[in-house]
């Protein structure tokens, strides 16, 4: 997943930045843990920078990325959040990829075609465990 942030200078869009990006895995709230740790962005252009980020998709990330002293506060600074639930890389991984009825579960596997990403409960209409007329699927 590539993290874009544009920034601007006196609302003019800046060149030449060398920006540092963190980010924290946010999944168990009070417990941040750092996976990135003030590591330089690629300057893309018109102002624009990004951060090439391998990311698990079953998590939460906050983004913090500090622009440099160059600029002021109001620009300097630019936060976001990473979801799974917004993840269209995820999405498009479940539709392109493997699908398993297995043990009346679903599973949809990652591009590897062994490693699961989302696993499914199959029932019936009466909600008994199934694997020949599932009516309902729940989340495990």
Known sequence: MIILVFF?????PKLGLTPDIWIDDITAIGAPVNVVNGVAMTEISRG?????FSNDNFKKYQVFVDGGVTLQNI?????GMI???????LISKVE????????????FYDDDDTTPLLTFDLKDSGGAPTETEPYERDPV
């Open 8 to 12: 601007t200078d006196a609302g003019v």
């Open 48 to 52: 624009f920078y990004g951060y090439d």
């Open 75 to 79: 620009e300097r600074y630019h936060y």
């Open 83 to 89: 979801d799974e639930a917004n993840d269209i890389e």
């Open 96 to 107: 392109k990829g493997r699908w398993r009825i297995l043990n009346n579960q679903m599973i």
